[in-house]
């Protein structure tokens, strides 16, 4: 069964301060990993996937196969990145339907 | 272009009513999915679609919970009856590919309708 793990439901950062959201994932098999970010009265959107290998909006995560883990780090946060952060999940499910973690509330203190 | 909408953005329900949840995708767009996000937890698959054809419906809670996409494009999704543990918000998301073993094409997502079932 796949399933994704995102441990701490808040966590609050001093602005300039480094931000690391955890995500670890089972999955039988090679899945694709995302991180979709919501801010405040937006829509669910696709902040990075590890295929792209992108940094977007400071943002970074590397898929860790050993570790089954996909963190998100930002070096220096901004009051701009104060959202719901998802990792996600697609495997060969044969439709790429995703499976979401429970989410991690950012807030950036200014 | 415009984005996925849905409507409505808030529905209220009693107890045994039947609810109707509209989606409109991404003009073009050839896979839909819908997902159920109860409070405090993430987004979770209930069905998708590709164009007209239903190719998986494993996530939906019961019987009660019906979806549609009769000409491969607005999407319903229908809870008959409704009872309060159906509340929640409900996603529409929207894709442009057919997907492949090798990858996957993002997902665009409605803003959601928040349903309440009293």
């Known amino acids: 069964a796949q399933r994704v793990t995102q441990p701490e439901k808040l966590l609050s950062v001093f602005k300039g301060a480094p931000v690391e959201l955890k995500c670890n994932y089972s999955?039988?098999?090679?899945?694709?990993l995302f991180w979709y970010v919501q801010y405040s009265r937006q829509r669910l959107q696709l902040l990075l996937r590890h295929i792209s290998r992108e940094s977007i909006k400071g943002f970074t995560a590397d898929l860790n196969k050993g570790e089954t883990s996909f963190h998100l780090k930002k070096p220096f946060a901004q009051e701009e990145d104060s959202a719901m952060y998802y990792c996600a999940l697609s495997g060969r499910f044969g439709n790429n339907r995703l499976a979401f973690g429970k989410g991690n509330q950012v807030v950036v203190i200014p | 272009g415009a984005g996925v909408s849905q409507s409505p953005r808030y529905k209220v329900a009693k107890r045994g009513q039947d609810v109707a949840l509209r989606c409109d995708p991404i003009s073009g767009h050839v896979s839909l999915f819908w997902y159920q996000q109860a409070l405090g937890q993430g987004p979770e698959f209930l069905t998708y679609?590709?164009?007209?054809?239903?190719?998986?419906k494993s996530g939906l809670p019961s019987d009660r919970f019906f979806a549609e996409r009769p000409e491969g494009s607005v999407s319903t999704l229908k809870i008959q009856p409704s009872e309060p543990r159906d509340s929640a918000v409900y996603f529409c998301?929207?894709?442009?590919?057919?997907?492949?073993?090798?990858?996957?094409?993002?997902?665009?997502f409605g803003p959601g309708t928040r349903l309440t079932v009293l």
């Open positions: 679609f590709q164009n007209e054809a239903q190719l998986d």
């Open positions: 998301a929207s894709s442009y590919e057919i997907p492949l073993a090798g990858g996957t094409d993002t997902q665009y």
């Open positions: 999955y039988s098999g090679s899945p694709e």
